[in-house]
């Protein structure tokens, strides 16, 4: 008993002389310099790849980059090659005598380019094709053999080139020198002449390094105002920030002294602000999603890729009786406008009373009539495209056939979006039809003999064709995620 009424002491002690800390503001820009590994294969492509990951550091604003022209000064000094490709522990001493905090070290592990052919229904055919039995294969292959001698060293598919690029980026401490972390880059581009491949394949590379590169050192900042949904944030255009940017919103942590010891509590996360207006020491943002206070004082930390949206609903209506499971990709979820792209799969009753199997694609588009972090009030505008699937009577032969039905139903709606908790929203939707429009009718499609294209059919019906008409009100009811760093 005595020993828990200890311990009850000591944690109402802890709690009473905790202590917050005052947030991390990332003022000061991390001077970083860009260097390639020992690799003496690929040099034009290495300065490329170097060149690259340099603008990519530079155009973020938090990094002070050690220029080009500082390196060779060094790289001459201490008698290294002078393309500025080095070993990770000249690396780190290049990094020192240049003053920097931290070394980026580039390797290139493979770089290929080929022409490859382009697939065609043809060629498809080809391969299928049997004909000629085993002498026929055998001629084939003497004859592909012959020709692949006599082009050798001749590019063969000189418009259609395959470019892949693999290699890896690692952060060194100049200090310590040792490497902080890692991560591995690889691009692939078929398509065109081979500085074209190339060029876009490098341009993949780039967007891979961007996001990486923010987490090399990502920003911190702090609350300093609270207006109802916005807030004024320290950093502003000088450490990159832009129109757009997120932060995350944390409590402050704490620090408790326990048993004689320091520990650090992290604090919790209470919303997330998108920033709207840029100086160039401040920035104003907004609150998107609030899931506790926000107070001057809160720290708030880089979100680095964004948000991303995706959804699943249940849909039901009434006349005709159908339903549905959606799975939606959401857009702009957290703006004025916004839409989504969505696919379905479920039943729906057609004219006969029978079930038919239902599968669709569409889009919608959407304006919040009331915004809010917590909960939206949406008119959209829902475009489905279906296709209903069912087999059509025996005709005369003692066939049926598997036959589709196009419809486009276009809907309008009012939808409720209400936060559950900090990546979780609930959403419930009632839509009206506007209308039922046939894209066609049931038809079947059937290849036909020494024709290249397959052929449709109307179906066979004996008795008054099954209808799908799709009108009065549709309930939806689902959640979305959000999915962030």
Same mark, same amino acid.
């Given at each position: 008993?005595? /020993?828990?009424?200890?311990?009850?002491?000591?944690?109402?002690? #802890?709690?009473?002389?905790?202590?917050?800390?005052?947030? !991390?503001?990332?003022?000061? /820009?991390?001077?970083?310099?860009?260097?390639?590994? =020992? #690799? $003496? !294969?690929?040099? =034009?492509?290495?300065?490329? &790849?170097?060149?690259?990951?340099?603008?990519?550091?530079?155009?973020?604003?938090?990094?002070?980059?050690?220029?080009? !022209?500082?390196? /060779?000064? &060094?790289? +001459?000094? $201490?008698?290294? $090659?002078? #393309?500025? &490709?080095?070993?990770?522990? =000249?690396?780190? +001493?290049?990094?020192? @005598?240049?003053?920097? %905090?931290?070394?980026? @070290?580039?390797?290139? !592990?493979?770089?290929? $380019?080929?022409?490859?052919? /382009?697939?065609?229904? *043809?060629? #498809?055919?080809?391969?299928?094709?049997? +004909?000629?039995?085993?002498?026929?294969?055998?001629?084939?292959?003497?004859?592909?053999?012959?020709? %692949?001698?006599?082009? *050798?060293? &001749?590019?063969?598919?000189?418009? %259609?080139? *395959?470019?892949?690029? =693999?290699? +890896?980026?690692? @952060? @060194? %401490?100049?200090?310590?020198?040792q490497t902080i972390t890692s991560f591995p880059f690889n691009a692939e581009y078929t398509g065109g002449v081979k500085s074209k491949s190339l060029s876009k394949t490098l341009e993949i590379m780039r967007a891979q390094m961007k996001n990486k590169f923010k987490s090399f050192y990502e920003l911190s900042s702090e609350i300093l105002d609270v207006d109802g949904n916005n807030v004024t944030l320290v950093l502003g255009k000088e450490m990159g920030i832009n129109s757009g940017n997120l932060f995350e919103i944390f409590t402050r942590d704490k620090e408790r002294n326990i048993r004689n010891r320091i520990i650090t509590l992290p604090g919790k996360s209470v919303g997330i602000v998108e920033i709207k207006n840029v100086s160039d020491d401040a920035s104003e943002g907004e609150i998107i999603r609030k899931w506790g206070k926000v107070k001057p004082g809160f720290q708030a930390r880089e979100i680095r890729g964004g948000i991303n949206n995706g959804s699943m609903s249940f849909l039901y209506g009434h006349n005709p009786r159908n339903l549905r499971l959606r799975f939606s990709g959401n857009f702009n979820s957290y703006g004025r406008f916004g839409g989504s792209l969505f696919g379905d799969i479920g039943t729906v009753t057609d004219s006969r009373g029978r079930d038919d199997l239902h599968l669709g694609l569409g889009f919608s588009i959407n304006c919040k009539l009331i915004k809010s972090p917590v909960i939206n009030y949406i008119l959209l505008i829902n475009v489905p495209f279906d296709f209903h699937f069912r087999r059509d009577d025996v005709n005369i032969d003692g066939e049926s056939h598997l036959v589709i039905l196009p419809i486009m139903s276009p809907r309008i709606g009012m939808q409720t979006e209400i936060l559950l908790n900090r990546k979780v929203d609930l959403v419930l939707c009632l839509e009206n039809i506007l209308s039922n429009t046939r894209l066609g009718n049931w038809t079947y499609s059937e290849e036909q003999e020494n024709e290249e294209k397959s052929k449709s059919f109307d179906a066979h019906w004996t008795a008054d064709e099954p209808k799908i008409n799709y009108n009065g009100w549709v309930l939806t009811l689902g959640f979305r995620g959000s999915f962030f760093d």
């Open positions: 008993m005595m /020993k828990f009424l200890y311990y009850i002491l000591i944690f109402k002690f #802890s709690v009473i002389f905790s202590q917050d800390i005052i947030p !991390n503001v990332t003022m000061e /820009k991390k001077k970083l310099i860009v260097l390639t590994s =020992d #690799s $003496q !294969n690929w040099p =034009d492509l290495n300065k490329r &790849i170097t060149h690259i990951a340099t603008n990519v550091a530079a155009n973020l604003k938090r990094y002070e980059i050690i220029g080009r !022209n500082s390196i /060779k000064t &060094i790289l +001459e000094e $201490q008698k290294l $090659q002078h #393309s500025g &490709i080095v070993s990770p522990e =000249d690396a780190v +001493e290049i990094g020192k @005598l240049a003053g920097a %905090n931290e070394a980026v @070290l580039i390797q290139l !592990n493979i770089f290929g $380019q080929k022409g490859i052919p /382009k697939i065609t229904k *043809q060629d #498809s055919k080809e391969e299928k094709s049997t +004909e000629g039995g085993l002498f026929g294969w055998i001629v084939k292959e003497v004859v592909k053999s012959e020709i %692949n001698k006599n082009n *050798q060293g &001749i590019e063969l598919y000189p418009n %259609n080139i *395959q470019t892949i690029i =693999d290699g +890896e980026v690692s @952060l @060194l %401490n100049i200090e310590t020198g």
